[in-house]
């Protein structure tokens, strides 16, 4: 009985070996023994797609430097195997192959190496007769299907790939006519150019100021370099802030700061990138719109104050779109009170005599104490030949101020353009007229102009708690000329 299965098994064996059953010997390709390297054959990296399912190579053929070793000076090539996959090889010439736009000696075929896993298949081109001297030639082959439609026509359903590349990539060994040396190429397909990257989208933030009503505007007023810069830092600030907050990538771009234009760029990757701080800009445009305003000081009366955001350009006729777009606005007029608590004439500009807009501050006589400074300038009369387009005289000032703050303060500090300063008591108007006086004053018109006056406060007492209408930071002053008939009244507060 054992040696009926023997021979059975040894029959079987010797049946699979005459029909060419795969022996498996070898797992890898090229599925025999050679030596892969060094060699002077290598099939380039780049492979040529010429239309009509045909695929070229570059034969590279140079003796590496400083080998001596048969397959690097004296291996012919004679064939190149392809690792390929089995379900490409059907009945029928389905590949063909050319050397320089000439077929080769002999047509192409699909092989099944014997020694190699069963399923295992190579496609062979064979009797190339090529050498040294072939460095350059182009080698292709055209793929097509038979007259059932079966086949491979393109390297990536005919190749397979060499571990950890991806399909289009071939594996390729060139074998001399000893078959001792068998070098490996791995030519594929070039990977087709990434997608361009989608076009970056510039957002650029304006700040412009322009004239609204010149009626009011009796100081132009012109954005200082330092606020400029101070406007850019915080919106580049506020926006890389967010940006980083949602995990967008921005860079900083343009600034300028150009008379009462201020500018503040910032490039996003794409424009689905900026659109996710639509939002955000939404809202905080407004709070850009008042960090310039301050609530519309008095140095902006008559002014409008636009704040505006979309791509670069022209921000007064009108901005691109961007992936971003905003704008907030306020034209700025001051609620006149109703002060003095006389009869004259209040209108600015009716005398030549006026109170700057802006206010600084002071160290007051004891460390308690601040002193508040007005300042005192010249400006063109609406009317020169008018009663009080005529002044010469500043008699004195007057402001509105609490009464009930009538201990907060503790004096009077003038000091004319021309000539000593010096410190005066307050003086206060009747109960309930809400009137604090620096008084006599009595300057021309060169000691008014550049002239101060401070008004020395408590520590405890903030500017904007002792003038009126209170917590509004705005402090209201009349000049009277010496006819005191004429008191034109202004608006400061303090930068």
């Known amino acids: 009985m054992r040696c009926s299965i023997l021979v ?24 025999c023994q050679c030596k892969k390297s ?32 048969y397959c690097c000076s004296k291996a012919d090539l004679k064939k190149i195997e392809f690792n390929v996959y089995e379900a490409c090889d059907v009945f029928g010439e389905v590949v063909k192959a050319t050397i320089n736009g000439v077929p080769t000696k002999v047509g192409v075929s699909f092989h099944e190496p014997t020694d190699g896993p069963v399923g295992s298949t190579t496609l062979v081109l064979t009797q190339l007769g090529l050498g040294l001297a072939s460095d350059g030639a182009e080698i292709c082959i055209t793929l097509s299907m038979n007259k059932n439609g079966k086949g491979c026509t393109t390297l990536e359903e005919l190749c397979i790939p060499p571990p950890g590349l991806p ?49 009011r505007v009796l100081f132009p007023y012109s954005i200082s370099n330092d606020e400029c810069q101070g406007y850019i830092a915080t919106i580049q600030d506020d926006v890389a802030t967010q940006a980083s907050d949602l995990g967008v990538t921005v ?10 234009l201020v500018m503040v760029c910032a490039t996003f990757f794409s424009n689905e990138e900026g659109a996710k701080l639509q939002s955000f800009v939404d809202t905080q445009i407004n709070f850009w719109l008042d960090m310039v305003t301050q609530g519309c000081r008095p140095a902006l009366a ?8 979309g791509g670069m350009g022209d921000a007064v006729a009108g901005l691109p ?24 004439v209040t209108t600015p500009g009716a005398t030549p005599f006026a109170i700057a807009p802006a206010m600084s501050s002071m160290a007051g006589r004891t460390k308690d104490t601040t002193a508040y400074c007005f300042s005192i300038t010249l400006v063109t009369p609406n009317s020169a030949t008018s009663p009080c387009g005529r002044s010469t005289s500043l008699l004195k000032a007057e ?97």
């Open 302 to 309: 008559g002014y409008t104050v636009v704040v505006s955001v």
């Open 167 to 215: 399909k289009g990539v071939c594996s390729a060994a060139l074998f001399d006519s000893q078959n001792d040396c068998c070098p490996i190429s791995t030519p594929g397909i070039p990977s087709p150019p990434p997608p361009s990257p989608p076009p970056p989208c510039q957002v650029c933030v304006y700040i412009s100021l322009t004239v609204s009503d010149a009626s």
């Open 8 to 31: 059975s098994v040894l029959f079987a064996a010797a049946i699979a070996a005459a029909q060419g059953a795969q022996s498996g010997l070898y797992t890898s390709f090229p599925y």
């Open 321 to 344: 779109q961007s992936c971003i777009n905003a704008q907030a606005s306020a034209a700025c007029a001051l609620q006149t009170p109703d002060f003095p608590k006389c009869q004259c």
């Open 38 to 69: 060094p060699s002077a054959y290598k099939l380039g990296d780049v492979v040529v797609a010429k239309g009509n399912n045909q695929y070229c190579f570059k034969l590279s053929a140079k003796v590496p430097a400083g080998c001596t070793d």
């Open 399 to 495: 402001f509105y101020a609490d009464d009930k703050k009538r201990r907060a303060i503790t004096g009077v500090y003038v000091q004319p353009k021309t000539g000593t300063g010096k410190w005066l008591s307050a003086t206060w108007g009747a109960v309930d007229e809400q009137t604090v006086k620096a008084t006599p004053l009595n300057w021309s018109k060169d000691q008014a102009n550049g002239g101060k006056i401070c008004l020395e406060l408590k520590n405890d007492t903030p500017l904007s708690d002792f003038c009126l209408p209170a917590n509004d930071g705005v402090c209201w002053g009349n000049v009277f000329d010496d006819t005191k008939n004429c008191c034109p009244l202004f608006a400061a507060a303090q930068p």
């Open 251 to 260: 860079t900083p771009g343009s600034t300028s700061c150009a008379g009462n």
